[in-house]
Structure formats: C-alpha cells, structure tokens
C-alpha cells in the first residue's frame, strides 16, 4: 500500500478545505471526475473539464467548503476520502450543515497525479459500490 498517495490526495483536499479550488496541478491531464449520485450525475474529462465541474459545483453557494472527515486507502492507486460540504446557498440562504451533506470521493492515483475522482453524495452507496463497510481501518498520519 502506498502512504505516498495518501500524502497526494491529502494535499488536494487541503486547499478545498480552506474554500481555495483554484489550483489543479495535482491533476492529470487526462483526469475524470464523475459524479456518480445525486440529482445530477454527470462526468467530466481534462483540466477543462475539471475546471467546468468546479464552477457547476461552486456557482449556487457562498463560501463552500468540502471538509475531510477521514481517508481511507484502498489499494495502491485508491484513496476513499469521507467529506461533508458547508457552505450558504446564494439564492436560497440555506445552510449546507444544516443538511446530511456526507459525501464520499474515490480518488485514483497514478505516478503522483490524480487521474480520476469518483464523487458519491450518498456515502452508502459508495461503500456498497466498494464491498466495503462503514467501519473499514482509518488511515491516519
């Protein structure tokens, strides 16, 4: 197992957490981002694609946050991260904490770059998806 991925996709999800989506230099060109539940599941391809996933998911929320509750490596190429999102709607002003916003990201990496992000709003499903269960080990630091 690689704790060297784990390192990468830790350092992805840091800048998000902070509200900061600007920099994608950890990103393949090639990468795939799928959102594979939700209202709208869709996929994007590339660093254009990646770019337009960041604005569709950003555009309806004031200070938007995707915050990590834990991660969880897999095998070598696959970290399975745990988040929840915060954040204020524009139009509506609905708090996202008030809402079950617990998500799950597999993120797929490759010699030190992400090449594909799998994005579940239904965290079941994405352990279902996995054949894992919700108490599986917690890679900590």
Do not use: C
């Not at 996933?53 to 490596?73: F, H, I, K, Q, T």
């Amino acid at each position: 197992m690689s704790q060297e991925n784990v390192a990468i996709v830790r350092s992805v999800f840091a800048a998000p957490e902070r509200g900061d989506f600007s920099d994608a230099g950890w990103a393949h060109p090639e990468i795939e981002y799928v959102i594979v539940d939700g209202p709208e599941p869709t996929s994007y391809k590339g660093l254009a694609g990646l770019a337009q996933a960041m604005r569709d998911m950003l555009s309806p929320w004031e200070r938007y946050r995707g915050n990590v509750d834990e991660y969880r490596e897999l095998e070598a190429e696959r970290v399975l991260v745990l988040t929840h999102a915060s954040g204020r709607g524009k139009a509506s002003g609905l708090e996202l904490d008030a809402l079950s916003t617990q998500q799950a990201q597999v993120v797929h990496v490759r010699d030190g770059k992400v090449t594909k992000i799998l994005v579940y709003y239904n965290r079941a499903r994405a352990f279902a998806d996995l054949g894992l269960a919700s108490d599986a080990p917690v890679v900590t630091e």
